[in-house]
T-cell receptor, first 112, second 116 residues
Framework: GIQVEQSPPDLILQEGANSTLRCNFS?????LQWFHQNPWGQLINLFY???GTKQNGRLSATTVATERYSLLYISSSQTTDSGVYFC??????????????FGKGTKLSVKP | DVKVTQSSRYLVKRTGEKVFLECVQD?????MFWYRQDPGLGLRLIYF???????EKGDIPEGYSVSREKKERFSLILESASTNQTSMYLC????FGAGGPENEQFFGPGTRLTVL
């Protein structure tokens, strides 16, 4: 099956710093999503981005499908950005609806 | 706005009990999924359903069953709860599509289940 690797596993930042999170995947995919898991466990959708670049406020993401990686950029980090960031990929073929395969996540801690 | 709800945020059960976890979505989605999340293992798929009364096994279906009698509701059943089923359970839904943006999955708030 598809393997998903995220790096770094842990990241500690001072408030205001920028960061880049990486997601590598082992095969072609139709779906790639970035999530933020808040301290209460809720997975918040950040981006649906199987290819290309998207931006939403201080967050942006880029997926280079041909090279099988995606990057999540966080600029001017805030303490509320703390939590675990997950990359998840999926592949749909024929009538299959597939499912998401998750990386192990990057745990981000933003210090005031 | 997209909404997936789960019946309980926290649940404590005893070994051997039958446990029902309920998930409801209000987006008219065809696909629904149950995942469990464990430290060091990440999120793993237990079961999914792409239509009423249809179900497919995921990566770790042992010890679980599911029920989908209505489109908006997907239940996860632990027939005889065991301590190794203590975990965070997350439900998700998506539309039925061909690999485009319609396949974006949306998650509920999760249920933290403790089996004593």
């Amino acid at each position: 099956g598809i393997q998903v690797e995220q790096s770094p596993p842990d990241l500690i930042l001072q408030e205001g710093a920028n960061s880049t999170l990486r997601c590598n995947f082992s095969d072609s995919v139709n779906n790639l999503q970035w999530f933020h898991q808040n301290p209460w466990g809720q997975l918040i959708n950040l981006f649906y981005i199987p290819s290309g670049t998207k931006q939403n406020g201080r967050l942006s993401a880029t997926t280079v499908a041909t090279e099988r990686y995606s990057l999540l950029y966080i600029s001017s980090s805030q303490t509320t950005d703390s939590g675990v960031y997950f990359c998840a990929v999926g592949r749909y073929y024929g009538g299959s609806q597939g499912n998401l395969i998750f990386g192990k996540g990057t745990k981000l801690s933003v210090k005031p | 706005d997209v909404k997936v709800t789960q019946s309980s945020r926290y649940l404590v059960k005893r070994t051997g009990e039958k446990v029902f976890l309920e998930c409801v979505q209000d987006m008219d989605h065809e696909n629904m999924f149950w995942y469990r999340q464990d430290p060091g293992l990440g999120l793993r798929l237990i079961y999914f359903s792409y239509d009423v009364k249809m179900k497919e096994k995921g990566d770790i279906p042992e010890g679980y069953s599911v029920s989908r009698e209505k489109k908006e509701r997907f239940s996860l059943i632990l027939e005889s709860a065991s301590t190794n089923q203590t975990s965070m359970y997350l439900c998700a839904s998506s539309t039925f599509g061909a690999g485009g943006p319609e396949n974006e999955q949306f998650f509920g708030p999760g249920t933290r289940l403790t089996v004593l």
